[in-house]
């Protein structure tokens, strides 16, 4: 059918918070200023604090907030829910190592008020040495973790998973965790924003106070007897001469692919759904609705569902995707 979709690129919103770097600027955004200091890209974000705006095309200027409450199925899909758009893509650079934080669960959030959060990182990049942190040990109990926070030597308490460029991380709803120092990380998450903060390494924020924690919230949340690897072990899925593909993850709220793309190819279509490029290097024409843009390294790009088959083709040389899909 016939659509005036396009593949959408989106203006990149930008969060300074205390702990992040120069990485976003020097890979990917060279147009910002020099020494610029920016823990997060949001890339795309249907959220009160944070609302993408397209930045192509005739629906240039357009928030996504609109386009899914006006065009619902056109953009995600005959199926889709109610409810902004299911999913927030972040770029996240770890210059100092994140706070110690847990987010609820579907089953939890409900307790609190609070948005149920599930996400995955891909590391696009990492300092020697780098680490993520990721679940509890054995014996982690609410009595043990109070003891040594107490003590601030909850570190004993979580996984270590030491990281280099091409790893990934799963992080469901009611696991503890934190971003290492030295980490330059795609975030794929539920549309939520509740993070309960459990150790934020006694260092102060811009007021030159402690920033607010929330003990009891997290000791609520927290899945303790949950001991899982983390770590995330790829799956092959296609095996072509332009194009070879992994699967990262599958679970209820998306599913996420590693491409590397060498040629010319159509995009296989696993639903009727929406498809997300984010280009991880390299640089590809993505064509879909009758309509091509370019796409750098450090670019998402939202495929409306409305648009049918998409086509992809690598320019100067092969390049590395992610294809990420709401659940």
Not at 45 to 71: C, F, H, I, Y
Not at 169 to 197: D, K, M, W
Not at 250 to 258: H, N
Request: contains cysteine; aromatic residues 6%; proline residues 9%.
């Amino acid at each position: 059918m016939p659509t005036d979709l396009y593949p959408l690129l989106f203006t990149p919103l930008y969060k300074q918070y205390l702990w992040g770097g120069h990485r976003i600027r020097e890979r990917f955004r060279n147009h910002l200023p020099p020494l610029y200091t920016c823990a997060e890209s949001w890339e795309l974000a249907d959220r009160p604090e944070g609302m993408s705006l397209v930045a192509n095309g005739p629906l240039a200027g357009t928030t996504l907030g609109a386009l899914v409450q006006k065009r619902r199925h056109e953009i995600l899909g005959p199926a889709a829910p109610e409810g902004p758009f299911p999913l927030l893509i972040k770029i996240l650079d770890a210059r100092e190592r994140l706070s110690v934080q847990v987010h609820p669960d579907n089953a939890t959030a409900a307790l609190r008020g609070g948005e149920p959060k599930t996400e995955m990182w891909v590391v696009l990049d990492a300092a020697p040495r780098a680490c993520l942190y990721a679940g509890l040990r054995p014996g982690a109990t609410p009595d043990v973790m109070r003891a040594s926070l107490a003590e601030h030597n909850v570190e004993s308490l979580l996984q270590v998973v030491p990281v280099a460029a091409g790893h990934a991380v799963f992080i469901p709803g009611g696991c503890v965790h934190a971003i290492g120092e030295g980490c330059l990380i795609l975030e794929v998450q539920q549309n939520s924003n509740t993070t309960y903060r459990l150790h934020d390494w006694d260092r102060v924020g811009p007021d030159g106070k402690p920033r607010e924690l929330h003990l009891e919230q997290a000791l609520e949340v927290i899945r303790w007897d949950d001991q899982s690897d983390t770590r995330l072990h790829p799956t092959p899925l296609e095996n072509r001469p332009e194009l070879t593909s992994e699967r990262l993850i599958a679970c209820p709220y998306f599913r996420v692919d590693r491409l590397h793309l060498s040629d010319y190819t159509a995009l296989a279509r696993y639903s009727d759904g929406c498809n997300i490029v984010f280009v991880i290097s390299g640089e590809v024409r993505i064509t879909a609705g009758g309509q091509s843009v370019s796409v750098p390294a450090g670019t998402t790009c939202l495929i409306p569902a409305a648009c049918g088959g998409c086509y992809l083709e690598p320019l100067n040389g092969p390049a590395h995707l992610l294809r990420i899909l709401p659940g």
